[in-house]
């Protein structure tokens, strides 16, 4: 076995790495037991269906308690609208927090997999709480919970199990949500041209699992809770994030990993003292004579080498070699705060680079947002009916998943060939042109859903006398907005996953995926900050503001027209970022060197 595990090692010139007679991966993951991982007998899409899988029913899980949260804190706990919404958007906003706790761990300690099935568990022990309390101590009366029959009220134990439950859900949905993304990419060899492709179309079905999941809450569990059968709906949820659990364990002999790199702001930090002391010291005009770490035979350590680039030339001097550095080199030992490798160096400048595009993916956040928001308030004041059959507006967010669902099949099978084809590359698109498209199709949503509103307030001003009744315009009219949003998903979400998880270094990849859900979570704030501010200038004595409570009074399309000014300007912003932005590059491919090699130094 030994000399298996030292044949895997050692790359040849024509990159074919393997252990005994078995090819090995090319991007330094490992198997279960440390070694170095087996491309058959690992990986690939047999554990990456399963984690697919596993995303699916994790989110029908946490939308099914998530989606109608604002009904149960209203019906069964009794609190105001004002309250209710008030602590749904603490929840929500802890939710997205957790995920920069769980990305943090995940990298710097614990690993992917351990990161994964721990906060997994923590999600199905908040879940079942949940469903336990609810049913035992919150439905009180019996048959309580419905729009026409409220709860009563509750003790201090009883609301106190609630919010323990529904914060357990929060730290391990949280907790998780980073971290999955991410370990299901790490099972695809971005070395091997097979799997490389196969890791891009990885991001755009996770998506659909993820939009799938919740397309089930918002409809099924979704009518079974507005029916005021909420233990029933919190049990399913229980359920199908335990069925996800165990799914995500049975996978564990086929996975592959990557070792955790150890604190990345440790790391930032030395960079960053290192430059400060050497803020003197002379360095060549090229960038030449900075230090890297080369490797020896013998370790078990993996770490890719990242390439020097131009820009933020300050930290550069973090990595320049001094006299002194050289005398602790005499020892076999350098001191991480006076001298840093140019790969530390470069994570640094990584980060800083990601940091401008990602602020310019939170606007689109707040276009995303309007979703679960002004469509919904749009819709309703809209004629919800067909026939006698009653469309409850929040649904019409099934349109959105459908779009997304129609446009990952489009985009994979049609245009990205297309534009393969047209660029004579078999990427295609990058990941930046296609958050840039995203950006583009959000505006024309944005349009849309003003011009509908146009119309809307059109006929609710020829219907109505007091304009305080509905517009006779169909509600099916917000088809089109919905589906520009979920074209706009598959673009713009999509490509950013796999943006920030290429872009991020090995030691930051589920900080990459964080990135995603922080976005959201400050697309909501600022959804938030905005419509006060549009209130605040635009209400008067005599205009009760564009977003009033009755909705025939206002002018919600010059908010819709606002957004979708504000998403251009975001766009030409985007534009200038894309273009200064610089693309990672490892040294070669991690087979080009010697793989899990001891350390040694070495000047670049």
Known sequence: MANCFNACKKGGGDREVKRGQEICTLDGTVDRHGR?????????????????????????????????????????????????????????????????????????????????????????????????????????????????????????????????????????????????????ADQFDEEDPNEGYSKISFFSYFYLALNLGSLFSNTVLGYFEDQGMWALGFWASAASAALALVLFLCGTPRYRHFKPKGNPLSRCCQVLVAAARKWKVEMMPSGEGLFELEVKEGSQNWDRKILHTRGFKFLDRAA????????????????????????????????????????????????????????????????????????????????DILSVAAFIFIYRRVLDPLFAARKNNAKGLTELQRMGIGLVIAILAMVAAGVVELFRLKYAKTDCTNCEGSSSLSIFWQIPQYVLIGASEVFMYVGQLEFFNGQAPDGLKSFGSALCMTSISLGNYVSSLL??????????????????????????????????????????????????????????????????????????
């Not at 994570?347 to 939170?362: A, M, N």
């Open 36 to 184: 170095p991982a087996v491309r058959r007998r690992t990986g690939a899409w047999f554990a990456g269906i399963l984690i697919l899988v596993n995303q699916g029913l994790a989110t029908l899980a946490f939308f099914g308690v998530g989606v109608n949260l604002v009904l149960f804190l209203t019906r069964v706990l009794g609190q105001d609208n004002a309250e209710a919404a008030n602590n749904v958007s603490k929840w929500t906003g802890t939710v997205y927090l957790f995920s920069l706790v769980g990305a943090f761990l995940s990298d710097a300690y614990l690993g992917r997999y351990k990161s994964c099935a721990i906060f997994q568990s923590i999600f199905v022990l908040g879940l079942v709480s949940l469903s336990l309390s609810t049913y035992i101590f919150l439905l009180e009366p019996r048959g309580c919970g419905n729009e026409q029959s409220p709860c009563g009220s509750h003790s201090g134990f009883h609301l106190a199990l609630f919010y323990l439950s529904i914060y357990l859900i929060a730290l391990g949905n949280g907790g998780y949500q980073p971290n999955i993304a991410t370990f299901g």
């Open 320 to 399: 320049v070699i001094t006299s002194e550095d050289f005398h602790q080199m005499d020892k076999e030992a350098y001191n991480p705060w006076c001298l840093c490798t140019v790969t530390q160096v470069e994570e640094v400048k990584c980060v800083l680079r990601l940091l401008p595009i990602w602020l310019c993916t939170i606007l689109y956040s707040v276009v995303f947002t309007q979703m679960a928001s002004l469509f919904v308030e749009q819709g309703a004041a809209m004629k919800t009916t067909i026939s006698s059959f009653h469309v409850p507006p929040a649904s019409m967010s099934s349109f």
């Open 531 to 604: 419509v006060t501010v549009v209130m605040k200038i635009s209400t008067r004595d005599d205009m009760p503001g564009w977003i009033p409570g009755n909705l025939n009074k206002g002018h919600v399309d010059l908010f819709f027209f606002l957004l979708a000014v504000l998403t251009t300007a975001d766009l030409v912003i985007y534009i200038i970022c894309a273009k200064w932005y610089k693309y990672i590059k490892f040294e070669g491919k991690s087979g080009d060197k010697n793989a899990n090699e001891q350390a040694e130094f070495r000047v670049v």
